[in-house]
């Protein structure tokens, strides 16, 4: 079952720096994961995806990298901005009908 | 842009008593979900819903919940009877094309169960 009340990890990084958010997912025979940001009282927000013949895609100030052998997932956000400020989830997908979130890494941007 | 939207955004309920969640997914979507948040939790998987019935569902989705598409753009979850453990933000989501497409996600609607 699931735990209560989860404790999140956190990265604070100074604006204008980059971010590394990680991600370890669950299941070997997963092949597409998606990175969500979600602020505060609002829907997890898409932000990039990865299909598992992949292991590197960029999008604007956003790289998604995938290492499959050790079932790790990260998220770089360059140049970080006030607005990057958010919990980012990774979710996993392995070919049926639902996503998998992870626990989700709570960003804050230091001015 | 195109967006999923979800209302009522926050209901207080009576334990015992129904609430139906409703969602309009965006216009050309074909697959449906509903998911939760339990506050400070992971976001679980509910239900998946396509061509007009259940595809998959997880534990969590037993008889006290349902979902019906009621007509061309509406998407709903009732709850039939609520119990306190059932307070949480419930996430309605769409895509075009099933697997291995994006899922769009709306703003969620708050349930507190009192």
């Known amino acids: 079952g699931e735990s209560v009340g989860l404790h999140l990890p956190t990265l604070s990084v100074q604006e204008g720096d980059n971010s590394i958010i990680n991600c370890a997912y669950s299941n070997s025979a997963s092949d597409y994961f998606i990175w969500y940001k979600q602020e505060s009282g609002k829907g997890p927000q898409f932000i990039i995806d990865?299909?598992?013949?992949?292991d590197k895609r960029q999008g604007q100030r956003v790289t998604v990298l995938l290492n499959k052998t050790v079932k790790h997932l990260s998220l770089q956000i360059a140049a970080t901005q006030p607005g990057d400020s958010a919990v980012y989830f990774c979710a996993e997908n392995f070919g049926n009908e639902k996503l998998t979130f992870g626990t989700g890494t709570r960003l804050t941007i230091i001015p | 842009e195109p967006e999923v939207t979800q209302t009522p955004s926050h209901q207080v309920t009576q334990m015992g008593q129904e609430v139906i969640l409703r969602c309009v997914p965006i216009?050309?979507?074909?697959?449906f979900y509903w998911y939760r948040q339990i506050l400070g939790q992971k976001v679980e998987f509910l239900v998946s819903?396509?061509?007009?019935?259940?595809?998959?569902k997880s534990e969590i989705f037993d008889d006290q919940f349902s979902v019906e598409r009621p007509d061309g753009s509406n998407f709903t979850l009732k709850i039939r009877s609520t119990k306190l453990e059932d307070s949480a933000m419930y996430f309605c989501?769409?895509?075009?094309?099933?697997?291995?497409?994006?899922?769009?996600f709306g703003e969620g609607s708050w349930l507190t169960v009192v």
């Open positions: 990865i299909r598992s013949n992949m």
């Open positions: 216009s050309n979507h074909l697959y």
């Open positions: 989501a769409s895509t075009g094309q099933g697997f291995g497409n994006t899922i769009y």
């Open positions: 819903f396509y061509n007009n019935e259940i595809s998959e």
